[in-house]
């Protein structure tokens, strides 16, 4: 399917909380962006209406995050029990957290280049050390954006890393996971089989998803500014979001 443009794309249909499944990237769809991650947390509205809405949908709702697990339960304080984090390189269906590796030893090694980088001053970034992946933000100075693609592909060479970009921000990644292999793989299990997914996000990131929903038969929806996209619908900022969830639970 060729890419749409989001100002051509209407809003989405209503959530069938019976027939649906969904699929909910977390920074910039359903909380705003902050200038540190850590600094993000969702309200206790938002936590509710998660918590309610996975109810009503027999839990087939799935937050699909760039965070670690840990760190999405932080900001939504738990209110989701599946949750794939690091861009699916871990997931959680119930109790037990499970990873597609637990070899931090490259990413450690490229968290000592990227130190060393800014120890010279040669690059200058927010580094995220998610044990499994290395997020090196450059909101605070975008006009570092150059050199951190640059630096980051360096350094995924060098310890044989994967990039994943997203907004102002360059991850290296064990493997090439992406967040479309977390959508297939909890669309093979219950409650979330048989249901017809919509993936949510706003990120480069998101598109995997979309295209993944995309090719189960489901549709995506579009969270802010306008961009080529896979997308089908758009909502404009996580307070719309946050309206068709609600709706959603109450229809
Ligand atoms: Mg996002």
Same mark, same amino acid.
């Given at each position: ?5 989001? =100002? ?16 909910? $990237?977390?920074?910039?769809? @359903? !909380? ?18 998660? =918590? ?15 965070? =670690? ?5 932080? +900001?939504? $304080?738990?209110?989701?029990?599946? +949750? ?26 490229? @968290? ?12 200058? +970034?927010? +580094? ?25 592909? $360096? ?49 480069? =990131?998101? *598109?995997?998803?979309?295209?993944? !929903? ?13 961009? $080529? ?20 639970? *109450?229809?």
């Amino acid at each position: 399917m060729e890419p749409n443009q989001t =100002t051509t794309l209407a809003p989405p249909p209503p959530l069938d909380v019976c027939g649906n499944a969904l699929f909910l $990237d977390l920074d910039g769809t @359903l !909380v705003d962006f902050a200038a540190h991650p850590e600094q993000v947390l969702a309200s206790k509205e938002l936590q509710q209406l998660l =918590t309610s809405l996975s109810g009503r949908m027999n839990g087939a709702i799935a937050l699909i995050t760039g965070r =670690t697990i840990a760190s999405a339960d932080q +900001v939504l $304080d738990g209110a989701l029990v599946h +949750v794939a984090g690091i861009h699916g390189v871990e997931r959680r269906t119930g109790k037990a957290i499970e990873r597609t590796s637990n070899d931090t030893a490259p990413i450690q090694a490229a @968290l000592g280049d990227t130190r060393a980088l800014i120890a010279k001053c040669a690059l200058q +970034v927010d +580094v995220e050390d998610k044990g499994l992946a290395l997020a090196l933000h450059y909101r605070r100075m975008p006009e570092f954006a150059d050199a951190t693609r640059r630096a980051a592909a $360096d350094i995924a060479q060098r310890h044989g890393l994967s990039i994943l970009e997203g907004k102002m921000v360059i991850e290296l990644t064990l493997g090439q996971r992406t967040k479309a292999d977390a959508v297939t793989d909890f669309m093979a299990i219950p409650p979330f089989a048989n249901r017809n997914p919509i993936a949510m996000g706003d990120d480069i =990131t998101d *598109e995997d998803a979309f295209r993944a !929903v995309a090719k189960l038969g489901g549709h995506s929806i579009l969270v802010g500014a306008p961009r $080529d996209t896979a997308a089908r619908y758009c909502l404009p900022n996580t307070r719309a979001v946050f309206m068709w969830l609600k709706a959603g639970l *109450e229809s």
